[in-house]
């Protein structure tokens, strides 16, 4: 079982995000690609494209930077926590007709073009 971690920044790229977007990007696309290679092994592929995160990173964000991304957050209007990425890893591994499949761990966020 390979549990691959991307980013919304694959789907919803901002400005200056360019070469991270891509990066992100990439991993999407290789998850169909490496399942197809691996399944004759048994070997699942899965990644998680999560959004906003609680982490070190994002509590050095400003309130007003905060504010930002929580009003284009649909919900919950709040980051994700490790737990909640934790679990969702659980279930990926626990699950196995999860293949060859990105998931989106968001709370629905889709980011707009400029903030």
């Known amino acids: 079982m390979l549990v691959l971690v991307s980013s919304v920044a694959a789907f919803d790229g901002q400005p200056g995000q360019l070469a ?6 990439a991993i999407v696309s290789l998850t169909l ?10 070997v699942r592929v899965v990644t998680i494209a999560p959004g906003v995160f609680e982490s070190n990173m994002t509590k050095l964000m400003s309130d007003k930077v905060r504010k930002s991304l929580e009003s284009v957050m649909e919900f919950p209007k709040r980051m994700g926590t490790a737990k909640e990425f934790a679990q969702l890893v659980k279930e990926v591994i626990s699950n196995r007709m999860l293949n060859a499949t990105v998931i989106r761990l968001d709370g ?3 980011m707009p073009s400029k903030m």
């Open 20 to 25: 991270y977007s891509a990066s992100k990007g």
């Open 33 to 42: 690609p490496l399942a197809r290679d691996l399944a004759p092994y048994g």
């Open 108 to 110: 629905g966020v889709r």
